[in-house]
């Protein structure tokens, strides 16, 4: 089944403990992204990165690291979580780095954080 | 820059009850146009898409219309359904451009 799986779906953790969000996907997608999602501010996307050791900056990457060292996977990395990082986080995938802008996205479940 | 608006929620429907959620695009270039849903605890699913002017999506009884005279992309349903209680996200993306979505719209549908 084509899925994008994320780990863990709920943390609870505390300011400046390191913390990473695993994502992976089956499909051979090139591109991969993180979104935050928050109450009245919809997603916004948090880094992206169009194949492997190829990352950038999304709208609000400040407080997060991302690495594609394998295509599959895109882990989201927080090395020192503040409380304003409480949040939904989504991956997602796609095919298409760059020509039709129609290839469907497809996003994981969500983790949700906390941050105390 | 590009953008995505929506109407503001919450939607509140009884069960076959006719639902249109507006969203207006404002972009530069040629964008694809995208409805995304959103279940309970789930993560995000495409519900329809449309390439072009004029372009209708659908799926599952919901329709948009790609108007660029107006520059919309709403969103209908003849009859609703409990099942359809969910967050919808219109969403919009060039080519080799990240979606941009708008801040989304609660349904909530009773029975």
């Known amino acids: 089944e084509a899925q994008v799986t994320q780990n863990p779906r709920y943390l609870i953790t505390v300011t400046g403990k390191k913390l990473t969000v695993t994502c992976s996907q089956n499909m051979n997608h090139e591109y991969m992204s993180w979104y935050r999602q928050d109450p009245g501010l919809g997603l916004r996307q948090i880094y992206y990165?169009?194949?492997?050791?190829?990352?950038d900056k999304g709208d609000v990457p400040e407080g997060y690291k991302v690495s594609r060292k394998e295509k599959r996977n895109f882990p989201l990395i927080l090395e020192s979580p503040s409380p304003n990082q409480t949040s939904l986080y989504f991956c997602?995938?796609?095919?298409?780095?760059?020509?039709?802008?129609?290839?469907?996205?497809?996003f994981g479940p969500g983790t949700r954080l906390t941050v105390t | 820059g590009d953008s995505v608006t929506q109407m503001e929620g919450p939607v509140t429907l009884s069960e076959e009850a006719f639902l249109t959620i507006n969203c207006t695009y404002t972009a530069t270039g040629y964008p694809s146009l995208f409805w995304y849903v959103q279940y309970p605890g789930e993560g995000l699913q495409l519900l329809l898409k449309a390439t072009k002017a004029d372009d209708k999506g659908s799926n599952k009884g919901f329709e948009a219309t790609y108007r660029k005279e107006t520059t919309s992309f709403h969103l209908e349903k003849g009859s609703v359904q409990v099942s359809d209680s969910a967050v919808y996200f219109c969403?919009?993306?060039?080519?080799?451009?990240?979606?941009?979505f708008g801040k989304g719209t609660t349904l909530s549908v009773s029975s």
């Open positions: 969403a919009l993306r060039k080519a080799g451009t990240a979606l941009i």
């Open positions: 990165s169009m194949n492997v050791e190829v990352t």
């Open positions: 997602a995938s796609r095919t298409g780095t760059s020509g039709s802008s129609s290839y469907e996205q497809y």
